[in-house]
C-alpha cells in the first residue's frame, strides 16, 4: 500500500550560496533567491493536504559567518515576515518560530513576535520556522523547563515520558514524517532531532532556490513509495 500524504514535512533549505555562486553573484542573493522560493512554494504544500510544514531558515552554527552574511539574514526574515503576514492571515496558516531568542536582535524578535500573533488562532494549517535554532539547544532548553517545573512540584517525575518531552519542546509540533535536505549534502546538521526520529529521509541534488513546485511533487512521489515500519515487520 502506498503512503498517503506526509502530514509534517521538514526541509532543510540548503544550497542558497552555491546558487549564488552558481549565477556569478554574492552569496546573500542566493538567500534572497531562496526566500522568493519559499514564498510561493509554502503556499503550495499547504495545497497538498500537509497539515505541518517546518523550514529550516536559520541554525545557531550559522552565526559563524561573516557579519555582512548574517546581517543580510537578519533582515531577510524581517522583511519575509513583514511582506507575507497578510497572506498567511489570508490563507489561515499558524505561523510559528522555533528557536533561540539568545544573540537576536530586537527588531528580529519583534517581527517573530509579530507574524506568530497575527496567525495565533488558526490551527488546521501550521509554518514552523526554525531559526536560530539548533536540535540539541532544543532538547536541552526543554530539559530545563522540565526541570524547572519539577523543582516548584508543578510536574511529578514519573509522569514524565515521551509525549510529555514532545510537549515541552519550543512548538508542541508532531512528529515529522518526512524531511527533505536539497542540495546534495547528506546530513541533517542539527535540525529537529527529536521530532524527526522515524522520519524518512530524501536528499535531491536541486539547489533550494530552483526547488520548485514540480520538485516538491517529485518528493512526494519518492515518499508515497517509501515502507515505513516504525520498528515493526
Ligand atoms: C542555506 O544555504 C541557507 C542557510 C544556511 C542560511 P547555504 O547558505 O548554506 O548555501 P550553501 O550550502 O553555502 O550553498
Ligand atoms: C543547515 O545548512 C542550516 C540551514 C539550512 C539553515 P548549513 O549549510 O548551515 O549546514 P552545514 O554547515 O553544511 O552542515
Ligand atoms: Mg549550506
Known sequence: MENSVPNHVGIIMDGNGRWAVKHGMIRSLGHKKGADNLKSLVQYVFTKGVKCLSVYAFSTENFKRDKEEVDYLMNLIIKFFNKEKSTFVKNKIKVL??????????????????????????????????FNYGGRLEIVDTLKKIIDKVQNNELDISSIDENLVSSYMYKDLPDLDFV?????????????LWQSSYAEYYFPETLFPDFDE????????????????????
Open 214 to 233: 514540480k520538485e516538491f511533487d517529485i518528493a512526494l512521489e519518492e515518499y508515497s513509495k517509501r515502507k515505513r515500519r516504525f520498528g515493526g515487520v
Open 180 to 192: 527533505i535536505r536539497t542540495s546534495g549534502e547528506l546530513r541533517t546538521s542539527n535540525f529537529m
Open 97 to 130: 518560530v522555533s528557536g533561540s531568542k539568545d544573540n537576536l536582535r530586537s527588531d528580529v524578535i519583534a517581527a517573530i513576535e509579530g507574524i506568530e500573533e497575527a496567525t495565533k488562532d488558526f490551527t488546521d494549517k501550521v509554518f514552523n520556522v526554525c
